[in-house]
């Protein structure tokens, strides 16, 4: 690639950008997101048990086998199920009691639900009277669904006003033209974040979006940061001082990629690794924090790179400009001075 190439290639992927955005404003107007891992549109049924059953020979796969029998017979569809087992904090072994979970559908009536947990109590009961453990529940979350709508908000709100100190730190320290090429990366971001968890249907809770996108824009300004401190070291050596912006720029995006692929890709480690050990509802939450990391990565590498050279072509001419005022009027003052 041409090494003044970067910025022309600009219209290309701002027009992917915002063949996405429409997309996802498109479906978010539609469809919303997908909210389903809220389990707003699910009931479940919950067989708990403890140690004695465990211990009993075969005793898990034959409690397990009869939950099976009574739900199929009572001719209710299992979503999915699952058996979750408890950790303990301090050595992270696993304890008990345990939990076997199916998830139901939602449009199951009460009347329904309460036959098919007496169902599953009957086809349990000689497990239950050794069991002191023992017990078989019945959720209905239909009600119970945007429960961390608030808390999200308040992230999101919490990382927002980082972001904005941080582009008030760049503007102050690397100047006006760092500082807006930032904050138009970071708006870009934002907006693309949410609308690819739109298009692709990401399963997310409430208010959850706008954590990514807040997220996304805090990773954003961050590998800006790392790329303002480079191209202030490059400014400053008088061999590239005087170079066009687009030179400048394009030597500090070969010299910075590095940093900035290995910082993204810590933090993307991260998120897996906290998703492979996070409990299976919070594992919803992190997985998709690859979103919010990977899309800044491209931008800092592709589109604020190719945005910046437009603005930092036109502070150096208005600089120059201002400058060569500056000398006129200062000449203008010295002529009168001597006449």
């Known amino acids: 690639m041409n090494k003044r190439s970067i910025n022309k290639l600009l219209p290309v992927w701002l027009a992917i950008s915002a063949v996405f955005i429409i997309a996802g404003i498109i479906l978010m107007c539609l469809l919303d997101f997908n909210y389903s891992a809220e389990n707003g549109n699910k009931s479940t049924v919950e067989v708990e048990y403890g140690v004695i059953t465990l211990n009993t020979e075969n005793g ?5 086998d009869a939950c099976d029998k009574a739900i199929k017979a009572a001719g209710v569809s299992v979503l999915n199920k699952t058996r979750q087992e408890q950790v303990d904090s301090s050595s992270f072994d696993k304890t008990v009691p345990v939990k076997i979970v199916y998830e139901i559908g939602a449009d199951l009536s009460a ?9 599953v109590v009957n086809a349990t009961a000689s ?3 050794n069991d002191s453990d023992f017990a078989v529940t019945v959720h209905n979350y239909e009600i119970q669904t945007r429960v961390y709508g608030e808390s999200y908000w308040r992230g999101a709100l919490a990382i927002g006003v980082a972001v904005f100190v941080a582009l008030v730190y760049i503007g102050v320290r690397f ?3 760092c500082a807006l090429t930032g904050l138009t990366v970071c708006a870009h971001d934002a907006v693309l974040t949410a609308a690819l968890f739109a298009v692709f249907r990401i399963p997310v809770y409430f208010y959850a979006p706008l954590v990514y996108a807040a997220l996304a824009a805090l990773v954003s300004v961050i590998l800006w940061l790392l ?5 202030k070291e490059t400014v400053k050596n008088p ?13 500090v995006r070969r010299e910075n990629w590095l940093l900035t692929v290995c910082f993204a890709g810590a933090l993307a480690v991260v998120a897996i690794v906290a998703g492979a050990l996070a409990t299976p509802l919070s594992r919803l939450f992190f997985f998709p924090l690859i979103v919010p990391v990977a899309l800044p990565l491209y931008s800092s590498l592709v589109v604020g790179p190719a945005i910046h050279v437009h603005v930092k072509t036109a502070f150096d001419k208005w600089k120059e400009s ?8 200062k000449t203008v ?4 001075t001597e006449s």
């Open 127 to 129: 497990f239950a009277e």
């Open 111 to 119: 009347e329904k639900l309460a036959s098919l947990k007496d169902a």
């Open 322 to 329: 201002h400058g060569k005022n500056k000398s006129k009027k």
């Open 227 to 231: 790329q303002c401190m480079k191209l």
């Open 333 to 336: 003052k010295a002529v009168e």
């Open 60 to 64: 898990a796969e034959q409690i397990e």
């Open 175 to 177: 100047g006006v033209g």
């Open 239 to 251: 061999e590239f001082a005087t170079n066009p912006a687009d030179e400048i720029i394009n030597k």
